[in-house]
C-alpha cells in the first residue's frame, strides 16, 4: 500500500524555528555525492536505509537536515529527552516539504513506566508535527532488567495504535543484552555503540541479532575521533576534591602522570569506514555540525577501508587508551561504594568527545542523588581496574568536577 504522504506529512502545525527549503542554493553545493548510495535493508523491517544517517542531537542547523535529504541520507534519529524535544522540532523544520514517506524518523524515550512510554510518544509525535514515527526505541536501555514486559506491551499498543511502524531499543552494552532483545520476540530494530575502539567484540552479539531479522543501527562511530579534545591533563593538575591543595587521596595519586591530549583529527573518516564495512549493520547515525562534516561523512560510501586507515586507526585508539571508555562494562559492579563507573565514563564521553555539555550536565543530573554525591577523590585508592587501560580515577574526578 503506498504510504498516504498528504496525511503524514511534517509540518502540519507551525513551528517557532525558521523554515527552511528544500531548493536553492546551500552552503557545500559544489560537493559531489556518491554516483549511487548502496542502501541496506533494516533487518525484517524492510526499510531501505542510506547506510550513513544523521544523529540529530548534536544538529545545530535545520539546513543540515535539508541538505542530507538532497544527498540521498533517509535515516534521522533524533530523541524526545534531546534538548527538551529541541532536537524534535529541529528536525521537523529541516524537513519541511519533504514527503513523509522519502525519510525514516527514529525517536527515542527513556521511559521506565508504561505511562511515561506513552505520554513521551504523544509528546514526540507533537514534535515531529506528524501522526506516525518510523521507528520508537527505548532509549538507553543496558540491563535486561530496563526492558520489561510492561514496555514491550506498550511497544505492541503503540503499533497497534498506528502511532508507531517499528519498535526498538538503543543499548550500550550490546553483548549483556542481545539475548533479551531476541527472546522479546517484537524488537523490530536495534542501536548500538559500535566502533573501531572495540575491535572484534560485538561481533558475535551482532550476528545473533542479524540472524533474528533485528535491523542493526550503530551509534558513537567516531568513538574519540572527530575532533578536539580537552587538555584533560591540565584540567587534572589541581588539588583533589576535598582535600585541599596537594591533598592525599585518590585525586592526589591518580594525576600526577595523566599523558597529555590526544591531538585533533582533522579527517574522521576511517572511523566511519571501519563501522560501514561490516554489511549486516544496516546504517549508521554519526553527529553532524554543519554541511561540510555531513558531506565529509558522505564520502565513506565510496573509499574503500585501507591498510593505511587501519593503522591510523590503531594508532589513534592507543593514544586516546587512558580516556576512552570502550563500555566493555568489566567495570560494573566494582567500585565498593556503588559507583556506576560505565554510566559516569558515558556520560562524561558527551562532553569531552563529542562536545555536548548540556547533555552530559542533564544526563549526571538524572543520575541517583547518592551516586551524585560519591567523590572519588575522598578514596585513598581506586578498587576499579580497567582492562583497556582507561585512568577510572582520574575520568571519574573530571566527570565530578565538571558535572556535580
Known amino acids: ?45 524492510g526499510l531501505k536505509v542510506c547506510p550513513v544517517g544523521v544523529g540529530v542531537g548534536f544538529t545545530p542547523d535545520p539546513s543540515v537536515i535539508a541538505r542530507a535529504v538532497d544527498l540521498g541520507i533517509n535515516y534521522f534519529d533524533t530523541a524526545n529527552d534531546y534538548s527538551n524535544g529541541n532536537s524534535e522540532r529541529l528536525l521537523t523544520t ?49 540491563k535486561p532488567e530496563e526492558v520489561p514486559d510492561e514496555l514491550l506491551e506498550a511497544g505492541n499498543e503503540a503499533k497497534k495504535q498506528g502511532k508507531i511502524r517499528f519498535f526498538g531499543v538503543s543499548t550500550h552494552d550490546l553483548d549483556l543484552m542481545a539475548d533479551h532483545f531476541v527472546k522479546a520476540g517484537n524488537i523490530d530494530a536495534v542501536t548500538f555503540t559500535y566502533n573501531f575502539t572495540m575491535g572484534t567484540g560485538r561481533e558475535a552479539a551482532i550476528a545473533k541479532l542479524s540472524k533474528a531479522g533485528i535491523g542493526l543501527t550503530a551509534m558513537k562511530v567516531m568513538a574519540a575521533n572527530g575532533g578536539v579534545l580537552p587538555d584533560f ?34 579527517n574522521p573518516l576511517p572511523a566511519l569506514k571501519w563501522v560501514l564495512r561490516n554489511p549486516t549493520v ?44 570502550r563500555m566493555c562494562y568489566s567495570c560494573r559492579g566494582q567500585c565498593p561504594k556503588g559507583m556506576p563507573v560505565p554510566d559516569q565514563l558515558r556520560i562524561l564521553a558527551y562532553a569531552d568527545f563529542y562536545g555536548d555539555f548540556p547533555l552530559a550536565q542533564r544526563s549526571f543530573s538524572a543520575l541517583p542523588k547518592e551516586v551524585r554525591a560519591l567523590r572519588c577523590g575522598d578514596c585513598s585508592e581506586c578498587s576499579v581496574r580497567c582492562p583497556n587501560g582507561v585512568r577510572v580515577a582520574d575520568r571519574l574526578i573530571r566527570a565530578q568536577e565538571l558535572l556535580a
Open 94 to 142: 529541516g524537513l519541511k516539504g519533504v514527503p513523509r514517506d522519502k525519510v525514516i524518523v527514529v525517536s527515542k524515550t527513556p521511559a521506565k513506566t508504561r505511562g511515561v512510554f506513552m505520554a513521551d510518544l504523544e509528546d514526540s509525535l507533537k514534535n515531529l508535527a506528524t501522526d506516525r514515527i518510523d521507528i520508537w526505541l527505548l532509549h538507553a536501555k543496558s
Open 1 to 45: 500500500m503506498k504510504p498516504d504522504s498528504s496525511r503524514r506529512n511534517f509540518l502540519r502545525v507551525g513551528l517557532t524555528l525558521p523554515a527552511i527549503g528544500l531548493a536553492g542554493s546551500r552552503p557545500g553545493a559544489a560537493f559531489q555525492p556518491p554516483s549511487s548510495i548502496p542502501y541496506r535493508t533494516l533487518g525484517k523491517t
Open 233 to 266: 591533563s591540565a584540567m587534572t593538575a589541581g588539588r583533589a576534591p576535598g582535600r585541599g591543595p596537594g591533598g592525599g587521596g585518590v585525586g592526589a595519586q591518580a594525576r600526577g602522570g595523566m599523558p597529555p591530549r590526544p591531538a585533533a583529527i582533522k
Open 282 to 325: 544496516a546504517t549508521t547515525i554519526p553527529g553532524v555540525r554543519d554541511i561540510e562534516m555531513l558531506e565529509m561523512n558522505l564520502r565513506a560510501l565510496s573509499e574503500k577501508f585501507t591498510a593505511e586507515d587501519e593503522r591510523l586507526l590503531s594508532a589513534r585508539s592507543e593514544e586516546i587508551r587512558p580516556y576512552y571508555c
